[in-house]
T-cell receptor
Framework: EPEVTQTPSHQVTQMGQEVILRCVPISNHLYFYWYRQILGQKVEFLVS????????KSEIFDDQFSVERPDGSNFTLKIRSTKLEDSAMYFC?????????????FGSGTRLTVV | AQSVTQPDIHITVSEGASLELRCNYS??????LFWYVQSPGQGLQLLLKYFSGDTLVQGIKGFEAEFKRSQSSFNLRKPSVHWSDAAEYFCAVNTNAGKSTFGDGTTLTVKP
């Protein structure tokens, strides 16, 4: 079964450093998403991406965040200057059609720890 | 704005017993509803989805869910729980744009 792949599985970074979280969505999917889950809390929407541009973003997704699809296979989330409160599990997801009627395929996540 | 409420933070059932996890949603249009399961340290796996048609939907791993519009509910059920079902379960509702709003989750513990 096709999978969404995320790397690394765990990243530790110092506060103020830039991090890039990487995702390889399912190859024929067109819609891409990032979600995060702070430990013990609910899964929160960050951003959706389609046709090389952001479709929607949440209040969490401020100027410190950016997304990119640099080539035909990768989808990245960059945090420019990490803060302690950015520590969370970050999930990438993709779907083949507009997500409303179709559950996403989620990756297994990247656990980001900011120290 | 859409929202999802999972009233039960933690549920414990005995292996072999039946299970029902509650989910209530708020959304202005016809909802598209999902249940996901998350094992510790793992990603989110789609169990089942509802977007139209029969109000009782079947999913993977023997789970089913019933959509009740009058109650704004989408409860997840399983007739006989296995120890491997212990995990966290999330209900979610999608907007037209595909954004998912998740509930807080329900942690399921299975007693031997």
């Amino acid at each position: 079964e096709p999978e969404v792949t995320q790397t690394p599985s765990h990243q530790v970074t110092q506060m103020g450093q830039e991090v890039i979280l990487r995702c390889v969505p399912i190859s024929n999917h067109l819609y891409f998403y990032w979600y995060r889950q702070i430990l013990g809390q609910k899964v929160e929407f960050l951003v959706s991406f389609y046709n090389n541009e952001i479709s929607e973003k949440s209040e969490i997704f401020d100027d410190q965040f950016s997304v990119e699809r640099p080539d035909g296979s990768n989808f990245t989330l960059k945090i420019r200057s990490t803060k302690l409160e950015d520590s969370a599990m970050y999930f990438c997801a993709s779907s083949g059609i507009r997500g409303r009627s179709y559950g996403y395929t989620f990756g297994s996540g990247t656990r980001l720890t900011v120290v | 704005a859409q929202s999802v409420t999972q009233p039960d933070i933690h549920i414990t059932v005995s292996e072999g017993a039946s299970l029902e996890l509650r989910c209530n949603y708020s959304y202005g249009a016809t909802p598209y509803l999902f249940w996901y399961v998350q094992s510790p340290g793992q990603g989110l796996q789609l169990l089942l989805k509802y977007f139209s048609g029969d109000t009782l939907v079947q999913g993977i791993k023997g789970f089913e869910a019933e959509f009740k519009r009058s109650q704004s509910s989408f409860n997840l059920r399983k007739p006989s729980v296995h120890w491997s079902d212990a995990a966290e379960y999330f209900c979610a509702v999608n907007t037209n744009a595909g954004k998912s709003t998740f509930g807080d989750g329900t942690t399921l513990t299975v007693k031997p």
